[in-house]
C-alpha cells in the first residue's frame, strides 16, 4: 500500500505522544510499531522512557522527550539535566514546559535566565546519532492571557527556539484554533507553532493545519490513521517484503 502524498504531509506533522502517567509497556511497544511503519514526524515520550524506545527500530521517525512535564517549576538547572539525560540516552527532541508561574508573576529574568539554561544544555548534549536537536517551548495557553502568551513568544525567540507550542494536554483545555493563529501572527517564519491537548481526529489536524500549526502533538494517531484510510496491515506486509530485500 503506497502512501498518497497528501496522507504522508498530515503525518509528517505529527508527534505521537505517549505520555500518560499510567502507560504500560504493550502500549509503548504499539507506540514504537506506529513510529517505526509511518513517516510521522516524532514519537514522544517521558525522559524515562527514552533509552528504552532509542534501543529500538522507530525507522526515521524522531525521538522526543517532554522535560519538566507538566507543569514547568522545576527549577532550571534541573531541567538542564533532564535534556542532557534525555539527549545522551538519545532523544533529539525536548518538549520543555515553560516555568508558568514565574511567567505569571512577571518574574521575566527568571524565564530568561531559564531559557538561556535550556539552550545551553541542549547545545551541550552530545546525542549518540549526531541528529539535529530540536528545542518545542510548552507555554500551557490555557494559563495565560494574551499578554503573556505575547512576552512568551518575545522570549522564546530570542532564546531562538525552535517550535511554541500550546500545551501540555494535561491543563484545563489544550490546544485552541484561536491561540494557534495568535501565535502563529506573533513569531517569524522560522519559528513553528505545535498545536497539542485535545487533538483527536483528524478534522481537528486539518483545522489546525489551516490555523498555523506545522506541528500536531497528539496521542490519536491511530484513529487519525483510520480516518485517513491507511491500512496498517498491508504497511506492515510492504514493510517485510522490502526486508526480505537483498
Known amino acids: 500500500m503506497n502512501l498518497q502524498n497528501s496522507e504522508i504531509e498530515i503525518l509528517k506533522t505529527i508527534d505521537h505522544a505517549v505520555l500518560k502517567p499510567n502507560l504500560n509497556l ?53 531541567k538542564a539535566l533532564e535534556i542532557s539525560w534525555a539527549i545522551r540516552t538519545g532523544a533529539s527532541e525536548m518538549d520543555v514546559v515553560i516555568n508558568i ?29 549526531k541528529a539535529k536537536k530540536v528545542i518545542k517551548l510548552i507555554l500551557e495557553t490555557c494559563y495565560l492571557t494574551q ?57 481537528d489536524v486539518q483545522e489546525m493545519i489551516a490555523a498555523g500549526a506545522s506541528r500536531i502533538g497528539t496521542s490519536s494517531t491511530l484513529r487519525i490513521v483510520k480516518e485517513l484510510g491507511i491500512d496498517l496491515e498491508s504497511l506492515k506486509e510492504e514493510r517485510k517484503l522490502y526486508e526480505l530485500l537483498p
Do not use: M
Request: hydrophobic share 45%.
Open 26 to 78: 504493550q502500549q509503548l511497544e504499539e507506540a514504537i510499531g506506529l513510529a517505526y511503519l509511518l513517516p510521522i514526524a516524532s514519537l514522544c515520550v517521558h525522559s524515562f522512557w527514552v533509552a528504552h524506545v532509542a534501543s529500538q527500530d522507530i525507522g526515521k521517525t524522531a525521538l522526543s522527550s517532554v522535560i519538566g512535564f507538566p507543569l514547568g517549576a522545576t527549577p532550571a538547572p534541573i
Open 147 to 203: 499578554e503573556e502568551k505575547k512576552i512568551a513568544v518575545e522570549l522564546a525567540c530570542n532564546a531562538n527556539i525552535d517550535f511554541v507550542k500550546t500545551s501540555t494536554g494535561f491543563g484545563d483545555y489544550g490546544a485552541t484554533i484561536e491561540d494557534v493563529v495568535y501565535l502563529r501572527e506573533l513569531l517569524p517564519d522560522h519559528i513553528g507553532v505545535k498545536a497539542s491537548g485535545g487533538i483527536k481526529t483528524l478534522e
Open 101 to 129: 508561574g514565574a511567567l505569571k508573576n512577571g518574574l521575566l529574568q527568571d524565564v530568561k535566565r531559564e531559557l538561556d539554561i535550556i539552550t545551553s544544555a541542549v547545545q551541550l548534549a552530545e546525542h549518540p546519532q
